[in-house]
């Protein structure tokens, strides 16, 4: 593959952009200068150098996010920015986008991605990814209210009861709560059902991937590929 469509398919512009940016010296291939757009490369596992930042060559990205509160998920947001402007240009170009929803005031683990056979497969109901959520209610936890998470609670627009998958009283007024679903405000919706109301909300896990502690909020890393998020297939 010609350099300069390396860069074009992993959104560094249109193609004269691409090549605008070899020919000024911009791109490194193993921390050497290359100015040939035309110049052959191997994409396979490939990592190239743009204005001194590194860049994995994959054909879908998938990144995770430390969502800071004052976002929204929507690629139109209302009030606040979007998620997608703490990404940078090249994968906002490529159009990357979050793996399900969470809300403007919640924090925490975001999947985001161009693949959308991934995202089907991770949001899709039958697939039952864990997703963890630690959460601050306004009123004490009570025991109670545990029994009744897990037991199932019925949310105004769905006949059946939604179950917990894990919930446990973390401190008086934090819980932690499992999930397999992903409905609307769920875990808002789930504990406002038991009688207490959530103060602050933040997902902590997602599959088998958790939220690097070393992730400041509002920044990403690459991920490998779906296994870092479903496990060994
Ligand atoms: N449940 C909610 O109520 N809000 C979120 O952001 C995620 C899950």
Same mark, same amino acid.
């Given at each position: 593959?010609?350099?300069?469509?390396?860069? *074009? @398919?992993?959104?560094?512009?249109?193609?004269?952009?691409?090549?605008?940016?070899?020919?000024?010296?911009?791109v490194?291939?193993?921390?050497?200068?290359?100015?040939?757009?035309?110049? %052959?490369?191997?994409?396979?596992?490939?990592?190239?150098g743009?204005?001194?930042? $590194?860049?994995?060559?994959?054909?879908?990205a998938?990144?995770?996010?430390?969502?800071? /509160?004052? *976002?929204?998920?929507?690629?139109?947001?209302?009030? !606040?920015? @979007?998620?997608?402007?703490?990404?940078?240009?090249?994968?906002?170009?490529?159009?990357?986008?979050?793996?399900?929803?969470?809300? %403007?005031?919640?924090?925490?683990?975001?999947?985001?991605?161009?693949?959308?056979?991934?995202?089907?497969?991770l949001?899709?109901?039958?697939?039952?990814?864990?997703?963890?959520?630690?959460?601050?209610?306004?009123?004490?936890?009570?025991?109670?209210?545990?029994d009744?998470?897990?037991?199932?609670?019925?949310?105004h627009?769905?006949?059946?009861?939604?179950?917990?998958?894990?919930?446990?009283? =973390?401190?008086? !007024?934090?819980?932690?709560?499992?999930?397999?679903?992903?409905?609307?405000?769920?875990?808002?919706?789930?504990? /406002?059902?038991?009688?207490n109301?959530?103060?602050?909300?933040?997902? @902590? @896990? *997602?599959?088998?991937? =958790?939220?690097?502690?070393?992730?400041?909020?509002?920044?990403?890393?690459w991920?490998s590929?779906?296994?870092?998020?479903?496990?060994? $297939?």
């Amino acid at each position: 593959m010609k350099l300069s469509q390396v860069l *074009y @398919s992993q959104g560094f512009g249109v193609r004269r952009e691409c090549e605008g940016l070899i020919f000024a010296g911009h791109v490194t291939l193993d921390g050497v200068v290359c100015d040939d757009p035309f110049h %052959e490369v191997d994409p396979e596992g490939l990592v190239f150098g743009v204005r001194g930042e $590194p860049w994995p060559y994959r054909v879908k990205a998938l990144v995770l996010l430390n969502k800071p /509160a004052g *976002y929204e998920c929507s690629q139109k947001p209302k009030h !606040h920015p @979007s998620v997608m402007s703490l990404l940078p240009p090249p994968l906002r170009v490529r159009g990357l986008q979050p793996v399900g929803r969470l809300d %403007e005031d919640t924090t925490g683990l975001l999947l985001m991605t161009d693949d959308g056979a991934l995202i089907h497969r991770l949001t899709s109901p039958k697939k039952h990814v864990p997703k963890v959520y630690e959460i601050e209610a306004i009123d004490p936890v009570t025991e109670a209210q545990i029994d009744e998470l897990l037991r199932g609670v019925v949310l105004h627009d769905d006949p059946l009861p939604v179950r917990a998958a894990a919930a446990e009283k =973390t401190g008086e !007024h934090t819980l932690r709560l499992t999930l397999l679903e992903g409905k609307y405000h769920q875990v808002k919706r789930m504990l /406002a059902a038991t009688g207490n109301t959530v103060n602050k909300l933040h997902r @902590s @896990s *997602y599959g088998v991937l =958790t939220l690097p502690d070393d992730l400041a909020p509002g920044k990403w890393r690459w991920l490998s590929g779906p296994e870092a998020v479903l496990g060994t $297939p």
